[in-house]
């Protein structure tokens, strides 16, 4: 830990932080603040000091921490059930499947746990319709992806990452996937051949520093996709659920995937949850033996799914996105800090590009910190921020001056 941030904290935190360091595997590198509690936009660490959250968990806490009916639907299953294996059905399971389904205006879904077993379950299926129904020869199944992606970090899905720190030491690498820029239609319709099964694309590039393609991109590739029979593969884990201010980013560009892959806010920030959704000819390939999960579809993580469809279905989280979005972005950009190359975003979704002579993004990150804002850097030059959905004006107001004082302070 750095000795100027370490001068700044209490005994108690550098004790839980030394802790960790100590049993932890050193695989994050946390902003040395314990957070114990939380509710809504704020948060509160172990010496009693608040946060507003401005991260949400990677858009995890879109409906903000412990929201009552998410809390109460969970409690409520708990007292009834939380898991039951799928040698067996469960009451909630054909609810939840068909809820989900008509919210994406698609025909079957596969429930997973986390984000990345929905992309693999994805990349499963995609392959698999390959071979079972486009007729491809066996084991030739390639997918289009883009540089700079993030799947997440299984070993499958490292393989087609382009940032050295998540492939570095973690070869040999699974073969059958071409790497295609981000936003270039034209690219996307060179790179696929007569063994090409799908397309797997982030509508936003998060990880990547909050990247918005070019206006038409989602169309393109739609077009593109369709005319040479390539399933189109959306992973909304990070745009879904109101995010961008849409239901789900492709609808900015009113295009629909063959696959939507969800995950995030749809555990409501309160379990692991995550799905592919999808037509009956994609889904349908994957027949009892070719996929599961003990966890996957578990009737605790159903219940609190089915509670955030309802709270989507109101509409109230895409439009505080749309407009609080936008207020976010102007602000942001007006402020036009000599330290800020680029501020770029959507709905309640901004990436801040800082200059070369700034240093590290971390370094804001901590300062803002100090200041009782939570945001995160990434690529080293850009902080992203990501509050939740339901953010109150007046916070957001005060988080921006928050960061605007302290860009302006850099350099001085």
Known sequence: MEKAVSDRLTATTIAAIELEDRYGAPN???????????????????????????????????????????????????GRMSLISRAVHSDLFGPFVSELAELCG??????????????????????????????????????????????GRTTTIVSFSTEESSR???????????????????????????????????????????????EGYLRSVRQICTRNNVLLIA??????????????????????????ILGKALGGGIVALSAVVSSAEILGVMTPGTHGSTFGGNPLALAVGREVMRLVRTGEYQERSRVLG??????????????????????????????????????????LLARGVI??????????LAPPLMIDEHDLDWAVDEVVDALGALGG
């Open 326 to 367: 936008a207020r976010l972005l102007e602000r942001l950009r007006s402020a036009a800090s000599p330290h800020v190359s680029e501020v770029r975003g959507v709905g309640l979704w901004a990436g801040i590009e800082l200059t070369p002579d700034v240093g590290p993004a971390r370094g804001v990150c901590e300062e």
């Open 375 to 384: 945001c995160k850097d990434t690529h080293m030059t850009t902080i992203r």
């Open 28 to 78: 994050y590198h946390s902003l040395p603040a314990v957070i114990a509690t939380a509710e809504g936009a704020w948060v509160t660490d172990i010496d009693g000091k608040r946060y507003l959250d401005m991260l949400s968990a990677y858009s995890a806490l879109n409906f903000g921490h412990r929201h009552p009916a998410l809390v109460n639907a969970a409690v409520e299953q708990l």
């Open 168 to 214: 570095a030491g973690f070869g040999p690498f699974t073969p059958g996937f071409v790497t295609i820029p981000f936003g270039d239609a034209d690219a996307l319709e060179a790179a696929i051949d007569q063994d090409t099964v799908a397309f797997l694309v982030e509508p936003v590039q998060g990880e990547a520093g909050v990247i918005v393609p070019p």
């Open 235 to 260: 992973d909304e884990i990070q745009t879904g659920f109101g995010r961008t201010g849409e239901t789900f980013a492709c609808q900015r560009e009113d295009v629909t995937p063959d696959v939507y």
């Open 106 to 151: 698609m025909e079957m879904v596969l429930p997973m746990n986390s984000g990345a077993e929905g992309v693999e379950t994805a990349l499963k299926a995609a392959r698999k319709w390959g071979y079972d129904v486009k007729g491809i020869a066996e084991d030739r199944a390639k997918i289009v992806v883009c540089e700079r992606n993030f799947h």
